[in-house]
């Protein structure tokens, strides 16, 4: 057994077999294109309520994009609502102190960047909606690992590289089962734990399991 990263690992991934799964890619792909499609036609009554809140709180841009790094490394556009005040990324060195998680992410329950509505979408994920045009592009999927800061993957170890073998996701395994209240080697641990059951039901399964969490659970920030 070898310790790598702060996370327990067995052996690798198969980056090989990964890539050779060809039927559940295609369909993963085509229920993702689809879905994607239909979730922001049914949900933008919704999507126009959030944005007139978030400019009448904060005057500024109701959108939110951050480049986040993909598969193999790849970087993209992710987009979201925003739910912090304007100019939030020039303040994160003043608060990089108080992190409430170990590793490279940043985590803070009680970050004074997040405005009124900005908690209010972030407890039910809704800041996380705009990432149906993200799945629709195919930059992301609608279940896989979260994608991770440039700044992040910088400070991946190999090990942890192992999280950019497969298309990112709007949710996955920690989002749906222990949410916010895990640290960065057990989400390198789970989203690994996901690559290797990945399959269309399990998906379906997670999809599940995060629509029940997100609207029962208290614990998004």
């Not at 052996?11 to 979730?39: A, C, Q």
């Not at 049914?42 to 709180?57: D, G, M, T, V």
């Not at 999927?141 to 991770?148: A, E």
Request: with cysteine; glycine share 6%.
């Amino acid at each position: 057994m070898e310790k790598i990263g702060g996370t327990v690992s067995m052996k690798k991934l198969d980056r090989e077999n990964i890539n050779k799964r060809y039927i559940y890619h295609f369909f993963k792909r085509v229920f993702d294109f689809f879905s994607s499609l239909v979730g922001l036609i049914l949900l933008s009554p919704l999507l126009l309520y959030i944005a007139f809140r978030i400019h009448k709180e904060d005057r500024g841009p109701v959108f939110y994009s951050q480049t986040r790094v993909g598969k193999d490394g790849k970087e993209f556009e992710m987009y979201k609502f925003r739910s912090m005040i304007v100019d939030a990324d020039k303040k994160l060195a003043e608060l990089k102190s108080q992190n409430e998680v170990e590793g490279p992410m940043f985590k803070m329950k009680e970050d004074p960047r997040i405005t009124k509505i900005g908690k209010f979408i972030r407890k039910h994920s809704f800041d996380e909606l705009p990432q149906l045009l993200n799945v629709l592009k195919g930059d992301m999927s609608l279940v896989g690992p979260r994608p991770p800061l440039p700044g992040e993957v910088a400070q991946y170890t190999d090990y942890d590289k192992q999280r950019l073998l497969v298309v990112p996701g709007c949710t996955g395994l920690w989002q749906a089962t222990v949410r916010n209240s895990v640290g960065f080697s057990e989400m390198v641990k789970l989203d690994l734990e996901y690559i290797q059951k990945s399959g269309f039901f399990y998906d379906l399964y997670l999809i599940f399991l995060t629509v029940k969490i997100v609207l029962f659970s208290n614990d998004a920030y």
